[in-house]
């Protein structure tokens, strides 16, 4: 057995100190603390760490500074930021720049020890890489990383398959073209800032692109009236969750993503459809979806009105929280700024939404 790794927590609060560097030793990690960049930087001239834990924002500086010394001294050492909800955007950034990964403050210690263990295993695996070159003992490992990185293949080639699906999806619908991906991209956000596992978010992510993939089988005439729909139109219109449900739970890969697009027009109180589910007998899925989707729809234009603000759709989703949105879902949505969202419809369309400065004005969540 090797030697137990050398781990730096970096941040200016003594407690926080202390809590993180009790519940690591308690795993048989050997911890060094540091209560500034500072600090941080002549323990790493001096030593070498496994791991770096750092706070994103502190009194003399943020852990970018910290981020950046170390792609340089140390580039094999895993940077995990630790973050409150509110500078979730900086730490994104962080990532961009090759932080591993980051904690959303408050977090669980099962969480923390999680995080570290992956963090670890990801260090572990740079290095052997790095001496597969030299050794040819290695090449047994090396095909073991060949075959899990044909099933990452695999599983890739299957959501390329689901792109195509809904790229022809916005073809058809033109009226909300790059809606899926831009929903997709919320969803992952909100479920990824309530704590739901990566694998779970995988999920999610599929369903919320594929929700409208009943539609294919509603007739054009529907689907692109500019109009009011009728009685009957607004009937056969809302077939398009169970015609969903229908073309996906049948595959093995999307059957728990069909849950997600079966209920994705329910509401919280149980005035949706198709079923009329209520609270959580909507899979959380769906009920994350249902937030990311109004947030869409309200900030895109559409032929009867032009786009709002992200300012006014946050006033129509606290607005119907209880009603259409689980409560729990809208307090989450509400402690990220919106300057995310900003960002990720950015990376999505290329250019800055020019309703990001708009004032707040009443609008109403869509229907269809």
Not at 93 to 117: H, I, S
Not at 196 to 201: F, T
Request: charged content about 25%; some cysteine.
């Amino acid at each position: 057995m090797g030697s137990p790794a050398r781990i730096l927590i970096v941040d200016d609060e003594p407690h926080v100190r202390a809590m993180l560097g009790a519940t690591l030793e308690r795993q048989n990690y050997v911890t060094v603390l540091a209560g500034s960049n500072s600090e941080a930087f002549e323990l790493i001239d001096r030593q070498h760490f496994d791991l770096v834990l750092t706070d994103m924002v502190m009194r003399d500086g943020n852990g970018i500074g910290l981020l950046e010394r170390l792609h340089i001294d140390q580039p094999q050492t895993p940077v995990v930021m630790v973050t409150a909800i509110q500078d979730i955007s900086v730490a994104i950034t962080a990532m961009r720049k090759g932080a591993y990964d980051y904690l959303l403050k408050p977090f669980e210690r099962d969480q923390l020890l999680t995080t570290v263990r992956r963090a670890l295993d990801h260090r572990k695996t740079l290095r052997e890489n790095e001496s597969y070159q030299q050794n040819l003992e290695q090449i047994v490992q090396a095909r073991t990383e060949l075959l899990h990185q044909a099933i990452v293949d695999l599983e890739r080639s299957y959501d390329i398959t689901l792109e195509a699906l809904g790229d022809a999806l916005d073809l058809k619908d033109s009226e909300t073209e790059g809606h899926s991906k831009r929903v997709t991209a919320y969803t992952i956000a909100l479920a990824r800032a309530m704590g739901i596992g990566s694998d779970a978010i995988k999920v999610i992510a599929r369903g919320a692109f594929l929700h409208d993939i009943g539609k294919m089988a509603i007739p054009d005439a529907i689907l692109r009236k500019p109009g009011k729909l009728t009685l009957a139109e607004q009937t056969l219109m809302r077939e398009h969750c169970e015609r969903g449900y229908n073309i996906l739970h049948k595959i093995p890969f999307l059957n728990e993503a069909a849950e997600i697009v079966y209920a994705h027009q329910e509401h919280y109180d149980g005035s949706g459809y198709p079923r009329g589910l209520r609270g959580n007998a909507i899979p959380i899925g769906a009920r994350i979806f249902a937030i990311a989707d109004t947030l869409d729809a309200i900030t895109s234009d559409r032929p009867y009105r032009g786009a709002k603000s992200f300012d006014v759709a946050r006033l129509e989703i606290l607005r119907c929280s209880g009603t259409q949105f689980d409560p729990s879902v809208v307090e989450v949505f509400l402690k990220i700024p919106n300057e995310l969202w900003v960002e990720l419809r950015t990376e999505i369309t290329g250019t800055t939404p020019a309703f990001a400065d708009l004032n707040a004005a009443q609008v109403t969540a869509p229907s269809r």
